[in-house]
């Protein structure tokens, strides 16, 4: 069970790099600060790229978990 409660999931299982990245940051553009975004990958770069992405954004990567066949990352809108 995730330790966090998403207010939106989206969902990037099979897309590759860099879609799940625009897709985040499309999804993040809907939500308002404080709310947080699941997003649900099987690409092992978005583990790196993630990361990055909320470092520039100024949004704050909360975590992860192991989904069954991907993982969930867990992002709050800065």
Not at 28 to 50: A, M, S, V
Not at 54 to 78: A, C, M, N, P, W
């Amino acid at each position: 069970m995730a330790q966090w409660t998403p207010d939106e999931v989206l969902d990037c299982r099979g897309l590759s790099c860099p879609m799940p990245i625009l897709k985040t940051k499309k999804a993040l553009k809907n939500l308002k600060p404080g709310q947080i975004l699941e997003i649900q990958g099987t690409d092992p770069g978005t583990r790196n790229d993630l990361p990055a992405f909320t470092q520039r954004s100024g949004d704050e990567l909360l975590g992860e978990e192991q989904g069954d066949g991907y993982i969930s990352f867990f992002v709050k809108k800065g």
